[in-house]
Structure formats: structure tokens, C-alpha cells
């Protein structure tokens, strides 16, 4: 089995790497012409499992929603919740509680890892320089769980469109991004990068009167201090949208988390790229994409490989490789599928290949994608 720390450490280059691509440029396919329409949607996960299944198949198809509530926010990866692999790690432990209540859960860092780690935490993007936004829709009043959807201003501004209007859709695209998730990991591979298109004032209206609640969940990375060692979690707070004073509470949330039992904590990135909340590295993406901030980045990516895959995490893989990849065949197999070319290890039994394997990824600076791989294709390797 491998431990919580070991699959942090890869989720948090990941998501690293997939905040740095985030785009305010939102681009439209008008060449393909290959429309064709699917029924209606009436649950968030229905609309996953098909779109996760069977990617290829849906790209350019229309859908219709009934009775969706809308977000601001998006999906840090949209659609991650709803994976097998996610569904196991969300799940916590009493250990992982620092206060419980009646009505809500306070978790310390390794809990609240868990929950993002498997599909909770959301964005707030600006709209793009046409106006055009990036924001979701949920049949479950959660963000973290919704569709994107990208709307033009003429249609969002003459619905004078609100978080947690409830509204029903006919007939939106599903279009690619035209970036996709970060290659390299195999858990954000098998999860479409996309968006319904809103362009026309036909495709949309406002069902119920009613403005509702809904869920969304501002999340960082966060580097602290425990004891003697330099640590890395993530950290989210779900926020009700019927809150008062949102953004304060936001700001007050990370602030004093960071400093609870001696943390001494900062954040990495920041979760509301419109309008930043709190204190961090990086306020968007853009930040990141600077020539003069790569050798900072390859720095903090060291730092969380240094804490996450130590000496107990290594020896942890020297015996669970074997295990689940137990013939020369799946090693090899295992190898070019994280992008090391067989031809590098030596045919042996599977221990030693295993090992061949294991050293390469560190000195390519490949033991996440390994971690991440091996997760994805068996998750009953992940210790809860």
C-alpha cells in the first residue's frame, strides 16, 4: 500500500501544473458542423459518465439540462468527483477530524487533502476580453461536482444571470478546450477538458424564480511547518452562496488556517483569479507563465518531491510495484505508458525491473507520474 503523502505530493504538482494553463482565452470551433443531439440531463453525474466513458464519442454534441442551478465558480478539474478512484480517496478517517459538530466538520490538513484530492475545490475566472465567462451549472447545488459551461455577455447579461439561478438548457455544445489537462498524469487523462457553448438567448432561460443555495469551495496549497519539517496540503473551505459577507469570510478562513497550531503557513495559488481574497505566491495563472518564475517552480516542484517521496515512500513502491505489475511484460508496459522507453531497463524477474523502473523516474523527475499511474490503474493501492 502506499500512503496519503505520496499521492498529495503528485496531486499537488498537478495541480500546479493545470492552474499554470488555466486560459482567459476561450476559444469557439465554428468549422465543425457535426452536431447532434443527446436527451435530457437531469443529474450531474449522469452527465459524467457519459462525457468520461466514452470521450471521443460526445465531443461536438448537444445536451439539454432540466432545472440546473448556476455557478460562479468551476471545478478546479471538472468532472474528477465523479471517478472511481476520487469516490476512495474522499473518504476520511477520525483521525483526519480536528473539530466535529452536529452541522459541520472541521478537518486538520491531511483530511482536507483528501477531499481535494478527490474532485472538491473550486475557480473563479474573470470573463475573457469578448466578455465571454467561464462558470458552471449542477443539478446537485454543488460547484464541485457541475459543468462548465462558457456563456456569451449578450445572453448572461440580458438574464441578468445570478449564482443559484435555477435555469433549464436546450441543445449546448460540448466543445474540447483547446488545451488540454496536463499529459503526464494519468488521473486528470481520463477527464474531458471541456465546455458546454451558451451563444444564443434561445438556449437558456430562467426556470424558477427562486434564487437557491449552492455549494462552492475555495481551495489553496498551502506550505507549512509541523514540528521540524516542511509540509505541503491543500486547503479548502465550502462556502454557501446564501453566506453574507462571502468574501470576508473567505479571507478570514486561509488566514487563520494558516496560522492554527503553529503553522506558520503561506499559499501557493489563489482560487479567485477575478478578484484575489488572500495572500498568496501566485494570484493567476499568468503569474506562472513568466520566463523569470520557471526556475522558482522547479524549485517549490523539488521541495514537495523532497517531502513527499522520501526514503518510506520509495522503499513503500520497491514492494507494491511488484505486486500489481508482476511479469517483465506489464513493467515494460507500465514504463512507456508514464513516457520511459523500455529499452532503458534490463529484462529481469519483476523485482529487479521494478527497481530499474523506480530509479529512473527519480532522476527524471517522473516518480508522480508513476504514483499517479499505479493509483488510477489499481486504487485499492492507495492507503486511506
Known amino acids: 500500500m502506499l500512503n496519503l503523502d505520496a499521492y498529495k505530493g503528485v496531486k499537488i504538482i498537478e495541480t500546479i501544473e493545470n492552474y499554470s494553463i488555466v486560459k482567459n482565452e476561450l476559444v469557439i470551433d465554428?468549422?465543425?458542423a457535426?452536431?447532434?443531439?443527446?436527451s435530457y440531463i437531469i443529474e450531474d453525474k449522469e452527465f459524467w459518465y457519459k462525457v468520461t466513458n466514452n470521450q471521443n464519442e460526445f465531443w461536438n454534441k448537444k445536451f439539454s439540462f432540466y432545472h440546473f442551478v448556476v455557478s460562479?465558480?468551476?471545478a478546479r478539474v471538472p468532472g474528477l468527483f465523479w471517478?472511481?478512484?476520487s469516490a476512495e480517496i474522499r473518504k476520511h478517517s477520525e483521525q483526519d477530524i480536528a473539530i466535529k459538530s452536529k452541522d459541520w466538520i472541521v478537518f486538520h490538513p491531511p483530511g482536507k487533502s483528501k477531499k481535494v484530492l478527490g474532485g472538491i475545490g473550486t475557480i473563479h475566472l474573470p470573463p475573457n476580453d469578448e466578455g465571454k465567462r467561464l462558470i458552471s451549472i449542477t443539478s446537485s447545488c454543488n460547484a464541485s461536482v457541475g459543468i462548465p459551461i462558457l456563456i456569451f455577455p449578450e445572453v448572461y447579461d440580458?438574464?441578468?444571470?445570478?449564482?443559484?439561478?435555477?435555469?433549464?438548457?436546450?441543445e449546448a455544445k460540448w466543445q474540447q478546450m483547446d488545451i488540454p489537462w496536463a499529459k503526464r498524469f494519468a488521473s486528470t487523462e481520463r477527464v474531458p477538458r471541456g465546455y458546454l457553448i451558451i451563444d444564443s438567448i434561445d438556449q437558456i432561460r430562467i426556470s424558477r424564480n427562486e434564487n437557491v443555495p449552492v455549494l462552492y469551495h475555495p481551495f489553496s496549497i498551502m506550505e507549512y511547518q509541523s514540528k521540524d519539517a516542511l509540509l505541503y496540503d491543500f486547503v479548502y473551505l465550502s462556502l454557501d452562496s446564501k453566506v453574507k459577507n462571502q468574501r470576508r469570510e473567505i479571507e478570514t478562513f486561509f488566514n487563520d488556517y494558516a496560522k492554527q497550531e503553529n503553522r506558520n503557513g503561506s499559499y501557493l495559488i489563489n482560487p479567485d483569479i477575478t478578484n484575489p481574497t488572500f495572500e498568496t505566491q501566485y494570484?493567476?495563472?499568468?503569474?506562472?507563465?513568466r520566463p523569470s518564475e520557471k526556475a522558482k517552480l522547479d524549485l517549490i516542484f523539488q521541495r514537495i518531491r523532497n517531502t513527499s517521496f522520501n526514503h518510506t515512500t520509495l522503499d513503500e513502491?520497491?514492494?507494491v510495484l511488484p505486486y500489481y505489475y508482476n511479469s517483465s511484460v506489464s513493467i515494460s508496459a507500465l514504463s512507456?505508458?508514464?513516457?520511459?522507453s523500455p529499452a532503458f531497463l534490463a529484462d529481469d524477474n519483476a523485482a529487479s525491473m521494478s527497481a530499474q523502473l523506480i530509479n529512473l523516474c527519480i532522476k527524471k523527475n517522473k516518480t508522480e507520474e508513476l504514483i499517479d499511474r499505479m493509483i488510477v490503474e489499481h486504487p485499492i493501492i492507495f492507503r486511506n
Request: proline share 2%; charged share 25%; with cysteine.
Open 158 to 170: 440580458l438574464l441578468n444571470l445570478k449564482q443559484g439561478d435555477v435555469v433549464d438548457i436546450e
Open 283 to 289: 494570484i493567476s495563472p499568468a503569474d506562472m507563465q
Open 30 to 32: 465554428k468549422h465543425n
Open 72 to 74: 460562479d465558480w468551476v
Open 336 to 340: 512507456q505508458r508514464i513516457g520511459i
Open 83 to 85: 471517478t472511481e478512484y
Open 34 to 38: 457535426n452536431f447532434c443531439s443527446e
Open 317 to 319: 513502491l520497491i514492494h
